[in-house]
């Protein structure tokens, strides 16, 4: 079953502007992670913030977590025409196992 | 050697037929997993394996059977599937089962079922 819900399901933005997109999950989680997606292809992992974490950097990426809200944001900063691809959250069950269970995911598109 | 490798990159076969997704890892990761994904949808997890042992089964159908021989290797076996079953199939690797571990995917096998 879908746990996690993205909002927006589709964004279009210019080059140099900053694009965000949400996530909300339903139960109990160890972590949560954004992974990308190109046109059909392999998922690349973005970053992975705990559940005890509330911001995390990596480069143009910002991630906030508020468990309270069981929700997440993915901002990407300064946007080039090669970030334009799916992105997907995926919140790791409490339980030990490493069982992802994908957002619906946020269909990005950056125009040059 | 960060790379998941799958072949092949696209396969289209009948309802009668037999065939094969493979799957290789050579970064020592000890647990690897099957998605399914369906177009304009996030993948869905079929089957992991740790340590070579099957350890989740999302109720797949048995049409679908997993084979790890070894810690590199990864198959999955197809048999009588049917036309909803075509999907982008992702294979993924991760060091272990620790829910800590970021997962490495690969390109995926598109699977046409006619």
């Known amino acids: 079953s879908q746990q996690g819900e993205e909002d927006p399901q589709a964004l279009s933005i210019q080059e140099g502007e900053n694009a965000t997109m949400n996530c909300s999950y339903k139960t109990s989680i160890n972590n949560l992670q954004w992974y990308r997606q190109n046109s059909g292809r392999g998922l690349v992992h973005l970053i992975l913030i705990r559940s005890n974490e509330r911001e995390k950097h990596s480069g143009r990426l910002r991630v906030t977590l508020d468990t309270s809200k069981k929700s997440s944001s993915l901002l990407i900063t300064a946007s080039r025409a090669a970030d334009t691809a799916s992105y997907f959250c995926?919140?790791?069950?409490?339980?030990?196992?490493?069982?992802?269970?994908f957002g619906a995911g946020t269909r990005l598109a950056v125009h040059p | 050697d960060t790379e998941v490798t799958q072949t092949p990159k696209h396969l289209v076969m009948g309802m009668t037929n037999k065939k094969s997704l493979k799957c290789e890892q050579h970064m020592g990761h000890r647990a690897m997993y099957w998605y399914k994904q369906k177009a304009k949808k996030p993948p869905e997890l079929m089957f992991v394996y740790s340590y070579e042992k099957l350890s989740i089964n999302e109720s797949v159908p048995s049409r679908f059977s997993p084979e790890c021989p070894n810690s590199s290797l990864l198959n999955l076996h197809l048999h009588a599937l049917q036309p909803e079953d075509s999907a982008l199939y992702l294979c993924?690797?991760?060091?272990?089962?620790?829910?800590?571990?970021?997962?490495?995917f690969g390109p995926g096998t598109r699977l046409t079922v006619l």
């Open positions: 995926a919140t790791g069950f409490s339980g030990g196992y490493n069982k992802l269970i």
């Open positions: 993924a690797s991760s060091q272990d089962l620790s829910p800590y571990n970021e997962q490495f």
